[in-house]
């Protein structure tokens, strides 16, 4: 599973041997590999008109290319705007509440990033092949789709300690641009041109597959409320700038405390393991069916619904476990 921000040719530019022989030499002899653009063709087509493009066909036989667009950016940023509106608002009727969380569509947004890891995850497992994500940066829904591949297949990424791992590999080291993407939260009045949720996207999927499969992921619905604070405001440095040489200039590591280190203190790990965990080796394929997707009540509406009653259920499920 790979993945790729910028073109690998253009019209505009010279053929490039070395990533054409790189892409060749992944593949064994007769296999073939799939290239998912998180592009649409009309984004690719439009790059291409500014020098970049997408990759000719001719020099790439054994790639299938498939567009799979995934919104982000500002229009990711106004459907979740859309949603913490609808969710402050005490005020809607039934049909008005359903209206606007339909018309926010920030539940499309969680279908299509859910269908588009999938989509990649299906190639792995099921045609043996190998994959290449491409976006626009390569910071954003590339590594959204693929640290969600990553969970569908993969159990060791399921345990508290390998989604941790997940997070540092493919968000932090990665480049993930979490200073520009979460400058400001939902309610602020000002907003800034590179803000969007990507990683709450990512974190709402990830709450998804724990709601399909309560039993598959070591780690509870508390780390991703965590998770999702720390990446806004945050008293460690795990979450600070916009890529790895940032952090290096401004000696993040020499300066602050790591999440990773508080979040696994023994007093502190036990709040963010789900007693419920049982090991699953096998993939877990989520349903993208409307019906699945579900509004993250935990996240959205914490304000607003009390979870003392869940809290109580989910302490005495503990106890239950831990008796046993």
Known sequence: LLRSSQPLTGPNRRRCREDEQLLGTILDEGQRGFIIDTRSAQAAKQARMSGGGTEPKSCYPHWRRMHRALDRGRLLQESFIRLVEACSDPSLSMDRWLARLDGSRWLSHVKAALST??????????EHSSVLVHGAEGTDTTLLVTALAQLILDPSCRTLEGFQGLLEREWIQAGHPFHARCARSASAHARGKQEAPLFLLFLDCVWQLSRQFP??????????????????????????????????????KESTHSLWAWLNQPEEKHKYLNPLYSPNP?????????????LWQGLFLRWIRPSQHLDEAWAEIQRVVEGN
């Open 117 to 126: 890891a999938c989509l990649a995850a299906q190639c792995l497992d099921r």
């Open 282 to 294: 096998l993939v877990i394929w989520p349903s993208v069916e409307p019906q699945s997707i579900q």
């Open 215 to 252: 039993l598959s992921l070591e780690f509870g619905e508390q780390l991703l409320l965590t998770l999702f604070d720390n990446a806004y405001a945050s008293a460690y440095g795990t979450f600070l700038c916009n890529s790895e040489r940032e952090r290096s200039l401004c000696k993040v």
